[in-house]
């Protein structure tokens, strides 16, 4: 059966004269693909013959609520989808003066095994594919009817693990006849999987590359995070000015600040002296309490910001939202397996 949602507008175009359909059938599909729809009975302009021949030959992606939270402090709303494998993920949409942003994930689970995340605890199961990426955005915004105009690849998973699929769910997301979102209002998370980075600065998209530093020395980023170990900080340093040499665009660089391990001044001072010459600017993060990390939120953050800024870095702490409904990454996930864990057990 095939994946119809996860094809370009160029590849159903070439399935409909496969099926002895005019070429302008393509773009009706994509279209009514790109609403929302559930069924093939749904996109009402084509034949019946052609519903039926697509019923027997594709199936549409609809994934279904298995949890939904909605902050009484900031209107966040949480989701847990649930995939046709019995898979689950989280996105998460958040409401700003300047529009709406929606954080998907991008794979089932995550293999990096950053210390202080939820998201890496059970590992990585599978990959999303495009249409799973594109669902999260398509139905976030039908279920909560609150149009949707920034995406950040910032939920579980490693977007450069999975990159063929990104790069495909971003070429669907961003075209004229679908959701029409432009590059640049996509932001791309990584921990800082080189060859993902060189490739991206290879495409020059007009995207927004978020890199997870967490750490500006090897030794306290190898400890919190594995991915040190493969592709290194000053490595992960020459790849970010080499991105900004080849596309001009400035990085975002993301720090959840840990009390006692990454929030002294030397770092930040470190910070400052490999960022010279490049513009970057530095997203502090109050880290999320994780009841299985040992890591805990810096009480100086605020201090820390203050250090960056006198070498002239433009820092900022981020804005916590969705404070009371687990809106940090995997943590709705983590409690949705723990529930079913637990209800296995006691039968």
């Known amino acids: 059966m095939i994946d119809l949602k996860s094809m370009t507008l160029q590849e159903i175009t070439d399935l409909m004269k496969s099926m002895g359909e005019p070429t302008f059938?393509?773009?009706?599909?994509?279209?009514?693909?790109h609403k929302g729809?559930?069924?093939?009975d749904e996109m009402t302009n084509l034949s019946k013959s052609l519903r039926d021949k697509l019923n027997d030959a594709c199936f549409i992606t609809v994934p279904q609520v298995a949890r939904k939270q909605v902050s009484k402090l900031d209107g966040t709303i949480k989701y847990l989808w649930e995939l046709a494998d019995g898979n689950c993920i989280e996105t998460v949409l958040m409401q700003y003066h300047h529009g709406n942003t929606v954080c998907i994930s991008?794979?089932?689970?995550?293999?990096?095994g950053c210390a202080f995340c939820a998201s890496t605890i059970a590992g990585k199961v599978r990959d999303l594919t495009p249409s799973e990426m594109l669902d999260q955005v398509l139905f976030t915004q039908l279920d909560s009817g609150l149009q949707i105009s920034n995406i950040v690849l910032m939920g579980i998973g490693e977007p450069m693990d999975n990159l063929n699929t990104v790069l495909k769910f971003l070429e669907l997301v961003n075209h004229p006849d679908g959701l029409n979102i432009g590059m640049r209002h996509i932001?791309?998370?990584t921990c800082g999987v080189i060859p993902g980075i060189q490739r991206l600065a290879d495409l020059g998209l007009q995207l927004t590359l978020s890199v997870s530093l967490h750490a500006p020395d090897s030794e306290t980023r190898s400890r919190i995070m594995p991915v040190n170990r493969a592709y290194d900080v000053e490595t992960l340093f020459d790849a970010c000015h080499e991105y900004f040499r080849k596309t001009g665009r400035r990085i975002s660089f993301e720090y959840a600040v840990i009390d006692g391990v990454n929030d002294h001044d030397w770092q930040a001072d470190l910070i400052a002296k490999k960022l010279r010459g490049m513009p970057g600017h530095v997203n502090l993060i109050p880290l999320n309490d994780v009841v299985e990390s040992p890591f805990k939120p810096s009480k100086r953050i605020a201090a820390f910001q203050k250090r960056l800024e006198s070498h002239g870095v433009t820092?900022?702490?981020?804005?916590?939202l969705g404070g009371d409904i687990d809106a940090s990454c995997g943590q709705l996930r983590r409690k949705a397996m723990e529930d079913a864990k637990k209800g296995a057990n006691a039968q």
């Open 315 to 320: 820092a900022t702490i981020r804005r916590s």
């Open 37 to 40: 729809v559930r069924s093939f």
């Open 25 to 33: 059938r393509g773009k009706q599909v994509f279209t009514w693909l």
């Open 187 to 189: 932001s791309l998370s």
């Open 106 to 112: 991008s794979q089932v689970g995550c293999r990096m």
